[in-house]
């Protein structure tokens, strides 16, 4: 029986790696039944919206979606697309994997899974100024709210993640030597978990700053790792520099009542409607959506694909250091299936 999956194709290059993903799952023989969908500018243009109601409720009734990069209107009155979509479906999990494919670069042997809060700390937006005599801002405050069932529902995912995908270890990372109260709780509430996981896998812990340096000299030795939500935002782009940047890196936004899937880059207005976009972040989303949905064979498959295409260099894109256009390194792609 086939899958129902929303499908929002985005802005800029997003329609067009957004069908060369379609084109490869399809090939591969997945049975999805797309739903399409717009938001961002194409919402706009459409209903007037962003985010129309007409693509909450599509996700409502999939709970799946993959999502090409939006364009975020800047302007009065409209609704953050990012903030509407982590609020309904409460995404609370923002799973960003990172390993080598690009051979030569400078680490050969990655392959990194880091694990975001999603929905808490310094990004809850509860921010104001304060008025010192006639100075209205004389001071800012930015309030960091981390709960325990916050905290403890993300390391369990983190440590059911890595059950799942056969890793060995969970490092968190934190600031509770500064930080004691958020952090802190972050970090007693993730060690607590960690206990119904002793003996099955590994568990570690880093202060942040520590982390940011152990990346760039011995990313080797991490595996899964899960933090809060700044430090996961930050971390997180660090990694995917790491293997190459953010032309290869998917991400996927789980929760309780829908699961989304993207391309962690914009909509790339620099080289949009040239042809030359390369597909390879939202093919991988899309293997990412596979493998939630119990597809990991075909995923597997498609990553095999696609590693192979972009390791004999023959047939990619510019941004991989070739010449090839969207539509040719995507039959590459499906030739090699
Ligand atoms: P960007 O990621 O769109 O572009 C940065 C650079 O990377 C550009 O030189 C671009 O050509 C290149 N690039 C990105 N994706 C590529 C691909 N698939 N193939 C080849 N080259 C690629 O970031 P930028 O320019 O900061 O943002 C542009 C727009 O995208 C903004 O409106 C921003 O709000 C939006 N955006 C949306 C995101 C989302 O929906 N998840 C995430 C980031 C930005």
């Known amino acids: ?25 399809a090939a591969a023989g997945a049975e999805i039944e797309w739903d399409r969908q717009v938001a961002g500018m194409a919402g706009v243009a459409r209903f007037g919206d962003p985010i129309p109601d007409a693509t909450l409720d599509s996700i409502k009734r999939t709970k799946l979606a993959l999502k090409g990069p939006l364009e975020t209107p800047v302007g009065e009155g409209y609704r953050s697309i990012n903030v509407a979509l982590r609020k309904t479906f409460d995404l609370y999990a923002n799973v960003r994997p990172a390993y080598s494919i690009i051979p030569g670069g400078r680490y050969h042997d990655l392959d990194i899974v880091l694990i975001r809060e999603n929905t808490e700390g310094l990004y809850v937006g509860v921010e104001h100024y304060i008025r010192v005599g006639d100075d209205p801002r004389a001071a800012a405050e930015s309030i960091a709210i981390i709960t325990r069932g916050g905290s403890e529902r993300i390391v369990r995912y983190a440590f059911d993640y890595a059950v799942k995908h056969h890793r060995k270890k969970v490092t968190l ?165």
């Not at 290059?13 to 084109?23: D, F, Q, R, Y």
């Not at 790339?268 to 390369?278: L, R, S, T, W």
């Not at 119990?294 to 250091?321: H, N, P, S, Y």
Request: aromatic share 4%; hydrophobic share 45%; net charge negative.
């Open 1 to 25: 029986m086939s899958t129902q999956v929303t499908l929002i194709p985005g802005d800029g290059i997003g329609p067009s790696i957004a069908n060369a993903t379609v084109k490869i799952l």
């Open 173 to 337: 990372v934190h600031k509770a030597n500064i930080l004691k109260f958020s952090q802190g709780l972050f970090l007693d509430t993730g060690r607590m978990v960690a206990r119904d996981y002793a003996g099955q896998i590994e568990f570690e812990e880093r202060i942040v700053d520590a982390m940011a340096m152990n990346l760039v000299l011995h990313p080797e030795r991490f595996d899964v790792i899960v933090t809060t939500n700044l430090f996961g935002d930050i971390l997180s782009d660090q990694i995917s520099g790491l293997v190459g940047g953010l032309g290869l890196a998917p991400g996927a936004n789980i929760g309780i009542n829908g699961a989304i899937f993207e391309a962690v880059h914009g909509t790339a207005p620099d080289i949009a409607g040239k042809g030359v976009a390369n597909p390879g972040a939202v093919v991988l989303a899309a293997c990412m959506l596979l493998d939630h949905i119990g597809d990991e064979a075909r995923a597997q498959r498609i990553r095999t694909a696609l590693e192979t295409t972009i390791r004999e260099g023959k047939t990619v894109t510019r941004d991989l250091g070739g010449s090839a256009s969207t539509d040719q390194f995507t039959d590459a792609i499906i030739a090699k299936l």
